[in-house]
Each structure stands twice: as structure tokens, then as C-alpha cells.
């Protein structure tokens, strides 16, 4: 390690990006990731879909060892787990192309930003389905999907706050006698 006259440390630029984890700026992210996302398990059928959509495309360009994940959780999640590592893998320069069925497969709001993120880390967005709605249609999907997503989480409340209740109705019958 070398060192100042007055005794600081310097460090090249080679090994900070190596201590924060970074790839040496000259090797080039060699990684295609093709992501897909399904909000719940009973959408499991559409989830084939996309793979099948995505395979299609793959061969399709002549793509060789392109890595499928596949998710199934809320495209208003930022938490999903493989959606995570993603993201980490992107902002680490690993991953050279992410291509996506359609844009809301990866996230349901701020696209742009998260293909911006991408494409600052080296990482080339392609999405398939390049329709676009008009911005009543966005609006109203868009709502459809806050309300969808809130009513998904009332449901699960009321699930959780009737097992409460059975799990305490049974330790009243039981409790000390």
C-alpha cells in the first residue's frame, strides 16, 4: 500500500472498485438475464407463457447461455427476492442484456428509472412487448393495480386476524384450570 509524505494511504482506483465489489472498468458484463414475474401463484400458467414467449425470442437472435428467472410476487414489490439480486447484479456490472416480456414484468411503476439504473451499469434493456396505452388506459391500470394490491393485503389481514382469534378461542378453552 502506498502512502503520503504525511503518512495517508492511497489507494488505486483498481483496488477501490475491488474492495466495494466492483468489476475491473475493462472486463465487460458477459451475463443475459431473460426475467419473468406473475403477481400470484395462481397465475402460474402465465408465468409458462412468458418463459415460452422469452425462449422463443432467445432462439430466435441466436442467444447463447441466457439465464431465465422467474418470480412470482407484486410488480409494486421492490423486495422480491431474485428482483434484488437483479438489481445488485446490475449495479456490480454483471449483466450485460435484461430482457423482459413486457416492461411491467419487472416493475408496476418507475420503469424509466430502473432501465436508466440499467443502462448506467452497462446493462442493455430489451423489452418484447413494446405497446404502449394511452394515458387513460395507463391511469386506469394503474389504479386497477394499486386497488388489486391493497385488496390482496386487506385479504391477508383478515386471514391473519381470524387465525388470531381461533388460536386465542382455543387458549381460553384450554387455559389454567
Given at each position: 500500500?502506498?502512502?503520503t509524505?504525511?503518512?495517508?494511504?492511497?489507494?488505486?482506483e483498481?483496488?477501490?472498485?475491488?474492495?466495494?465489489?466492483?468489476?475491473?472498468?475493462?472486463?465487460?458484463p458477459?451475463?443475459?438475464?431473460?426475467?419473468?414475474r406473475v403477481?400470484?401463484?395462481?397465475?402460474?400458467?402465465e408465468?409458462?407463457n412468458?418463459r415460452?414467449?422469452?425462449?422463443?425470442?432467445?432462439?430466435?437472435?441466436?442467444?447463447?447461455?441466457?439465464?431465465?428467472?422467474?418470480e412470482?410476487?407484486?410488480g409494486l414489490d421492490f423486495?422480491?427476492?431474485r428482483?434484488?439480486?437483479?438489481?445488485?447484479?446490475?449495479g456490480?456490472?454483471?449483466?450485460k442484456?435484461?430482457?423482459?416480456?413486457?416492461?411491467d414484468r419487472?416493475?408496476?411503476f418507475?420503469?424509466?428509472?430502473?432501465?436508466h439504473?440499467?443502462e448506467?451499469?452497462?446493462c442493455?434493456v430489451l423489452v418484447?412487448?413494446?405497446?404502449?396505452?394511452s394515458?387513460e388506459?395507463g391511469m386506469?391500470?394503474?389504479l386497477?393495480?394499486i386497488v388489486?394490491d391493497?385488496?390482496?393485503r386487506?385479504?391477508?389481514?383478515k386471514n391473519y386476524?381470524?387465525?388470531?382469534?381461533?388460536a386465542l378461542r382455543?387458549?381460553v378453552g384450554?387455559g389454567p384450570?
Amino acid at each position: 500500500m502506498a502512502r503520503t509524505a504525511t503518512n495517508r494511504r492511497l489507494y488505486t482506483e483498481a483496488q477501490l472498485r475491488e474492495f466495494i465489489g466492483l468489476r475491473h472498468p475493462l472486463s465487460e458484463p458477459t451475463r443475459v438475464v431473460a426475467y419473468c414475474r406473475v403477481s400470484s401463484k395462481a397465475q402460474k400458467s402465465e408465468l409458462a407463457n412468458q418463459r415460452k414467449v422469452l425462449e422463443e425470442f432467445v432462439v430466435a437472435k441466436g442467444l447463447a447461455n441466457v439465464e431465465f428467472v422467474e418470480e412470482v410476487g407484486s410488480g409494486l414489490d421492490f423486495q422480491r427476492k431474485r428482483f434484488v439480486e437483479l438489481m445488485d447484479a446490475i449495479g456490480r456490472r454483471g449483466i450485460k442484456t435484461l430482457i423482459l416480456a413486457h416492461r411491467d414484468r419487472l416493475v408496476r411503476f418507475g420503469f424509466e428509472w430502473f432501465e436508466h439504473y440499467a443502462e448506467a451499469h452497462g446493462c442493455e434493456v430489451l423489452v418484447l412487448n413494446q405497446e404502449r396505452l394511452s394515458p387513460e388506459q395507463g391511469m386506469v391500470q394503474d389504479l386497477m393495480t394499486i386497488v388489486q394490491d391493497f385488496s390482496s393485503r386487506l385479504e391477508w389481514l383478515k386471514n391473519y386476524r381470524n387465525t388470531l382469534n381461533e388460536a386465542l378461542r382455543q387458549d381460553v378453552g384450554h387455559g389454567p384450570g
